[in-house]
């Protein structure tokens, strides 16, 4: 008897500690919503970003590490005439010693919020805000790094993409990105923060390949075209695979001639240049 009312008592305290932190969390959340509302732009709406996969429209980090984790929300404007584009934006929000502040704001025209997130991609130690937005299916996103240095906030890369990924390398993270070539076609390069600039790493590159070949090995086994080649031998230059970027050349060439398209064979030929000054 004694053991079972010890199990009951245990299991009302453990429902009582739950419901606690359900509402603690309901409060934190419905005093985050109210300060996020008083710095909200006219007609705008929270908005989620469609990678991190899950991510909220409000998230929190504490940039300058003391102890006090600033807000970040992103939103969208919606055209007034449809199918116009909408303004995607994020504002930081800081806290000075008693009201919060309006640190960074930033809007870009488009028709998706791609991406929202941090990552350390200086390798300080502390984690960037990255903001990507898709302009169109063509033209592809555009994704800007923010940084907390000096006391403020400031931009300190823009980079065009259709795909992001990130590489880890030692102590800093690079990304990998993806720029439309043709149909489903990439063009890949791997950048990583230099101290000034997002710049190629051909480490880096050389790590992240066997995801590229991969890729278009996939492709080529649907559809042998010569674009597929083509970037494919593009990726082999860039990982010092200098045999397998010969033959990548020489199928992508008879591919072109067969057509015939004498301007992409020429294209070849500027690969093959390429790989020529490459293994000098």
């Given at each position: 008897?004694?053991?079972?009312?010890?199990?009951?008592?245990?299991?009302?305290v453990?429902?009582?500690?739950n419901?606690l932190?359900?509402?603690?969390?309901?409060?934190q959340?419905?005093d985050?919503?109210?300060?996020?509302?008083?710095?909200?732009?006219?007609?705008?709406?929270?908005?989620?970003?469609?990678?991190p996969?899950?991510?909220?429209?409000?998230?929190?980090?504490?940039?300058?590490?003391?102890?006090?984790?600033?807000?970040?929300?992103?939103?969208?404007?919606?055209?007034?005439?449809?199918?116009?584009?909408?303004?995607?934006?994020?504002?930081?929000?800081?806290?000075?010693?008693?009201?919060?502040?309006?640190?960074?704001e930033?809007?870009?025209?488009?028709?998706?919020?791609?991406?929202?997130?941090?990552?350390?991609?200086t390798?300080?130690?502390?984690?960037?805000?990255?903001?990507?937005?898709?302009?169109?299916?063509?033209m592809?996103?555009?994704l800007?790094?923010i940084?907390?240095?000096?006391?403020?906030?400031?931009?300190?890369?823009?980079?065009?993409?259709?795909?992001?990924?990130?590489?880890?390398?030692?102590h800093?993270?690079?990304?990998?990105?993806?720029?439309?070539?043709?149909?489903?076609?990439?063009l890949?390069?791997?950048?990583?923060?230099?101290?000034e600039k997002?710049?190629?790493?051909?480490?880096?590159?050389?790590?992240?390949?066997?995801?590229?070949?991969k890729?278009?090995?996939?492709?080529?086994s649907?559809?042998d075209?010569?674009?597929?080649?083509?970037?494919?031998?593009d990726?082999?230059i860039?990982?010092?695979?200098?045999?397998?970027?010969?033959?990548?050349i020489k199928?992508?060439?008879?591919?072109?001639?067969?057509?015939p398209m004498?301007?992409?064979?020429q294209?070849?030929?500027?690969?093959?240049?390429?790989?020529?000054?490459?293994?000098?």
């Amino acid at each position: 008897m004694k053991k079972i009312m010890l199990l009951l008592l245990l299991s009302v305290v453990t429902l009582n500690n739950n419901s606690l932190f359900v509402h603690a969390k309901e409060n934190q959340k419905n005093d985050l919503m109210k300060i996020v509302n008083g710095f909200m732009p006219s007609n705008a709406l929270l908005v989620s970003p469609k990678k991190p996969f899950s991510t909220q429209p409000i998230q929190l980090y504490d940039f300058n590490h003391d102890g006090q984790k600033e807000i970040i929300f992103t939103f969208e404007i919606k055209a007034k005439k449809q199918p116009a584009p909408s303004q995607y934006g994020v504002i930081i929000l800081k806290k000075d010693e008693t009201d919060w502040q309006k640190v960074w704001e930033t809007k870009i025209q488009g028709v998706e919020l791609d991406y929202s997130g941090l990552a350390d991609i200086t390798g300080d130690g502390t984690e960037e805000y990255l903001f990507g937005v898709t302009i169109g299916a063509a033209m592809g996103s555009e994704l800007e790094v923010i940084q907390w240095m000096d006391h403020s906030f400031k931009k300190i890369a823009e980079v065009p993409y259709h795909k992001l990924e990130f590489v880890n390398g030692n102590h800093k993270l690079g990304l990998a990105v993806w720029q439309m070539y043709i149909g489903d076609s990439y063009l890949v390069d791997v950048l990583k923060w230099n101290g000034e600039k997002m710049v190629y790493d051909e480490g880096l590159y050389s790590k992240y390949y066997p995801i590229i070949k991969k890729f278009y090995k996939d492709k080529i086994s649907e559809m042998d075209a010569w674009f597929y080649w083509y970037c494919l031998a593009d990726a082999q230059i860039k990982a010092n695979k200098l045999k397998e970027a010969s033959n990548s050349i020489k199928k992508g060439i008879l591919l072109a001639k067969k057509l015939p398209m004498p301007d992409v064979v020429q294209d070849f030929n500027d690969l093959k240049e390429r790989l020529e000054n490459k293994k000098k």
